[in-house]
């Protein structure tokens, strides 16, 4: 599928939003950004029902980013949503600033504070479950990497989400097989990732991690009414920018003043 060109360029955007603030800050994990642009493209712009009026109203749609080390990606699309100014982008990992490498929930627009890998989708089936009792039609939505997988708490809130069958809970999972230490077909295999989740109860879509217009197809084409789906989007890390695509490195390596002005002319 060819993707909408709004989309296309609002992902450049975001990109180029993210160099820049990380190398700003002179802080890392850039290709873990990168890697779920689309994703938080689709979710903000063409899924959730979130925005400046709806932030505050308990029956909002919420969003949980349980890769909180990735926040730049979230700061970036939050700005392009109207949501943060650009002020705030500036004061990223600043002293004395909420904006910092995790995300927090002193930030309006940010649900929870997260970042120690594994918790968010515990979270989120909490906050699904608080939805279902107050008898709320709004939804959950938790973007996870696939190194989290690698945790237990992972699979405890898996089992519980399915036995409750939490329909109003949403994973995204950002499927780039690549984290801190390798990849994690050698780190610990996750395949069959699919079958996995199936058998904890829940509905499991494939999709391209990079293809905005599928991701937001596959969300309106979803038809599992009865318990939780997991989107399982093959994405790359580090996507948009070559020298960084598939580069281990760039979960750690800050952005120098070459690399910032190599990779905005990729993304321009």
Not at 13 to 30: D, L, P, Q, Y
Not at 104 to 116: D, P
Not at 227 to 239: A, D
Request: aromatic share 8%; glycine share 8%; proline share 2%.
């Amino acid at each position: 599928m060819k993707t909408d060109e709004k989309y296309i360029k609002l992902a450049k955007e975001v990109r180029r939003k993210i160099v820049k603030i990380s190398h700003t800050a002179n802080v890392g994990h850039v290709g873990s950004a990168f890697s779920i642009v689309e994703i938080l493209v689709a979710l903000y712009f063409g899924i959730m029902k979130i925005d400046k009026k709806t932030i505050k109203d308990e029956k909002r749609d919420r969003f949980v980013l349980s890769k909180g080390h990735a926040a730049p990606a979230l700061y970036a699309v939050l700005h392009e949503k109207g949501l943060l100014t650009e002020k705030n982008l500036a004061d990223y990992c600043c002293d004395n600033s909420i904006f910092e490498e995790h995300p927090k929930h002193h930030v309006e627009a940010i649900e929870v504070s997260t970042g120690s890998l594994g918790h968010g989708l515990s979270i989120g089936a909490g906050l699904a479950m608080g939805g279902k009792l107050k008898k709320h039609k709004s939804n959950i939505f938790v973007l996870m990497s696939d190194a989290e997988c690698d945790e237990g708490e992972v699979w405890e809130a898996a089992l519980f989400a399915g036995h409750h069958k939490l329909n109003n809970l949403f994973l995204y999972l950002d499927y780039n097989k690549v984290q801190a230490l390798g990849t994690t077909e050698d780190v610990l295999n996750l395949e069959p990732l699919a079958q996995k989740w199936q058998a904890f109860g829940w509905n499991t879509v494939e999709v391209d991690g990079h293809d905005t217009d599928a991701i937001i197809l596959a969300w309106m084409n979803n038809n599992a009414n009865i318990c939780p789906t997991i989107f399982i989007c093959h994405t790359i890390r580090g996507k948009g920018v070559s020298f960084m695509e598939h580069v281990i490195d760039w979960h750690y390596k800050n952005p120098d003043e070459e690399d910032l002005e190599k990779a905005l002319k990729e993304v321009k």
